[in-house]
């Protein structure tokens, strides 16, 4: 079905379709700290040398992740991650040789994750070990991967990485429509699990070779501090999502309040929303905060004096240190792009080949 589908012609009104499809969903980009890379320049090596070291990378991460989630990732994903030849799946390229292979990823990525492989441009070791880490995070991510057809000539693909999910919708005269929801959040997720896992690891100055996704990891952090616990961790190693939204929503008396933190997350990105987005993301995490307190001030045996403070969540690895992350080319959240399907035969979308930033 991969095969097929790389061969459909996608109509160039469809641009965030097709960037999708060629690979550009599953990007990395930072502002990366020159001082700390230009003081050990024994930790530059050729392309073929770093894909060793970042294979050692990704095995071990994979490794320590499913120790730690093995639980909310269930068996299925288990028995995935177990089968997967991660060593095999991991490549560090040159940068001209990545913007050869990736010619619609956006300027300034560093990593890709595409097609159940892990690749990083070559440059500082550290900078790789974080790429790598990240991209393998993705790796170990709850996956779905689904198609319908209906007896109408209709089609449905539905792509969950995550809390990432890609929906595919053709309509028996082979108009398309794509949306894709949670994409901001689902990124700050992932980079939180990467800082602390480096951090496990002691590999500080990978952790701060550059920033990624600061702002969407920084309220990722605060958001598992203030949900029930293990809520986060559930949706994004196990797929529960239904149970994340629903503890928001319980929270913030809203049922739109998820869709609603997930698309602010996504304007952080844009300097003409960012400011509204902000404010909005503010009042809503503190509804969020205060009905918690609510909650846990009622229960038996609550500590006297508990108050918001001790709900705030989080470890030193997800402070982040400046919001400077950068995301390479942020599809938002429910971004239709219309287009008419190339063959009846297919969805005409290859958003399922496991892209992620």
Request: some cysteine.
């Amino acid at each position: 079905m991969k095969e097929r589908l790389r061969e459909l012609d996608v109509p160039d009104d469809s641009g965030e379709e097709k960037r999708l499809e060629q690979g550009g969903s599953g990007e990395i980009s930072g502002d990366t700290d020159e001082r700390l890379l230009s003081s050990s320049p024994e930790k530059y090596k050729s392309a073929d040398e770093m894909t060793e070291y970042g294979r050692d990378i990704a095995e071990n991460t994979k490794q320590d992740l499913m120790a730690q989630h093995r639980e909310q990732m269930g068996e299925e994903n288990v028995k995935r991650l177990e089968a997967h030849d991660t060593r095999g799946q991991v490549e560090v390229l040159d940068y001209q040789a990545f913007r050869d292979r990736f010619p619609n990823a956006q300027p300034g990525v560093i990593g890709l994750y595409h097609d159940g492989k892990v690749y990083a441009v070559n440059g500082h070791q550290d900078m790789v070990n974080h790429t790598v880490t990240h991209e393998t995070t993705h790796l170990c991510s709850h996956k779905e991967n689904t198609f319908t057809e209906n007896q109408d000539g209709s089609k449905q693909h539905l792509y969950a990485s995550g809390l990432l999910r890609v929906e595919t919708n053709v309509d028996p005269d082979g108009v398309r429509h794509v949306s894709v929801s949670n994409r901001a959040l689902n990124e700050g997720l992932t980079e939180m699990y990467t800082m602390r896992e480096l951090a496990s690891r002691g590999d500080w100055q990978a952790a701060n070779a550059y920033q990624a996704y600061s702002p969407q990891r920084g309220y990722c952090s605060r958001l598992e501090g203030i949900l029930d616990p293990g809520k986060l961790e559930d949706a994004y190693y196990g797929g529960r999502l239904d149970g994340l939204k629903g503890n928001v929503e319980r929270l913030t008396g809203d049922p739109g309040a998820f869709d609603r933190i997930s698309l602010n997350l996504s304007a952080l990105d844009n300097p003409e929303q960012a400011a509204a987005a902000r404010e909005a993301l503010e009042n809503d995490f503190m509804a969020m905060t205060e009905a918690r307190f609510a909650e846990l001030s009622g229960e038996e045996g609550a500590p006297a004096g508990f108050g918001a403070s001790e709900i705030t969540g989080g470890t030193a690895a997800d402070i982040p240190s400046g919001e400077t992350g950068g995301i390479g080319g942020d599809l938002g959240a429910g971004g239709d792009t219309g287009g008419r399907d190339g063959d009846s035969g297919d969805t005409g979308d290859e958003t399922g080949n496991d892209d992620d930033e």
